[in-house]
């Protein structure tokens, strides 16, 4: 390789792959170290200087003068060096410079080896530090791979591991497709990073709406909760701080088509626009929809239930088909809701 060729292999490995040059100059300092000790099977003490510009390597051996030897390989004695005519102190540093073509092949690869393990950690160590601040977050990626059980996302700098059972049910993407995933889980392992992800988790639902709708990022809306089953129906509350501006309004947006593009990106899947209220009986009401002529009351503050009482018109529409409804609106109020018909009601007074 020539004074270009290196420069230009060095240059890329910096810009190409985000990796400090300082981090490549030492790893190719301890491979040559690493490299002479294998050729030689000496335990020796090297010195290398790596000139990036003009493409020289240099590599010293050294000793160190000593009055007693401890390690003949990398110590002489004051009388070892006046035998060859060279004057010294106790504590002085003998340099002499190596050809590194004596390594061998065998000494080079092994210098190569240990270079391109160092390059493969600090590319780890880049992603790691690029996507651990990720977690909870929603990216845009391709679909780069699939097999049985999962797609595996580029994400960039990294691949992301998309399962089947967390698409959304329906969906089937295809190979180069762009994928929004929501990233579930980053964790470092022996081989990288470990990237999850997600578009059946709820908050996927949470990071699409902030997206779409930047009255949330400017912090005019507030989002209180998701209660999501994937596929089937999602309920979101929301809330306004300024009085001119409508919450549920400004998520449907002009023409409807912000919550159009949400329900889209949700493969179809139902939005309930909830508006949030302090008020627990009135929070529940309202995430109780699409039934309407509610009463609520908190039964027990402490353990979290409340009783709802219903007619029999609002009764299947509060439960919802599979009990969907009732139980997305307990789990975005957090309350253990017992719906019951006002005959129901009566009858239990009457026994």
């Known amino acids: 390789m020539n004074n270009k060729e290196f420069k230009a292999a060095f240059d890329y490995i910096v810009n190409e792959k985000g990796i400090d040059k300082e981090v490549i100059i030492e790893a190719m300092q301890n491979a ?54 060279k004057t010294a ?31 493969r950690e600090a590319e780890r160590n880049n992603i790691m530090e690029e996507f651990k601040d990720k977690q909870d977050e929603m990216m845009v ?55 999850k992800l997600s578009r059946k988790h709820y908050g996927f639902v949470k990071r699409l709406f902030e997206s779409e709708i930047p009255e949330f990022n400017d912090g005019v809306l507030l989002m209180h909760g998701v209660a999501r089953e994937a596929g089937v129906r999602s309920k979101v509350a929301v809330s306004s701080t300024d009085a001119n501006v409508d919450a549920i309004g400004s998520c449907i947006g002009e023409k409807g088509m912000r919550i159009a593009n949400i329900i889209k990106e949700l493969n179809g ?51 919802g088909k599979k009990g969907i409804n009732i139980k997305l609106a307990s789990k975005l109020t957090k309350y253990k809701l017992n719906i019951k018909t006002l005959n129901e009601i009566n009858e239990e007074i009457n026994k």
């Open 32 to 85: 040559f170290i690493a490299a002479y000790k294998k050729n030689t099977g000496e335990d020796a003490d090297i010195r290398t200087e790596i000139n990036i510009e003009n493409g020289i390597i240099r590599v010293f051996r050294r000793w160190t003068v000593v009055s007693e030897l401890q390690n003949i390989d990398s110590e002489l004695t004051l009388e070892e060096v006046e035998a060859e005519g």
């Open 89 to 119: 102190n106790i504590g002085d540093v003998i340099e002499e410079e190596v050809d590194p073509d004596d390594f061998g092949r065998v000494a080079i690869s092994v210098a190569k080896q240990v270079v391109l393990q160092k390059i």
């Open 141 to 195: 990626g391709f679909v780069a791979l699939a097999d049985n059980k999962n797609y595996y996302i580029d994400l960039g700098k990294a691949r992301g591991i998309l399962p089947k059972s967390e698409l959304i049910p329906g969906e089937v993407p295809k190979m180069g497709d762009s994928i929004k995933v929501y990233i579930t889980k980053v964790e470092e392992t022996p081989k990288g990073p470990l990237i």
């Open 269 to 319: 899947e139902k939005v309930d626009l909830i508006l949030y209220d302090s008020n627990p009986e009135v929070f529940i009401k309202n995430a109780l929809s699409p039934a309407t002529n509610l009463n609520v009351s908190i039964a027990n503050e402490k353990d979290k239930e409340a009783l709802v009482i219903t007619d029999e018109e609002n009764l299947s529409l509060a439960i």
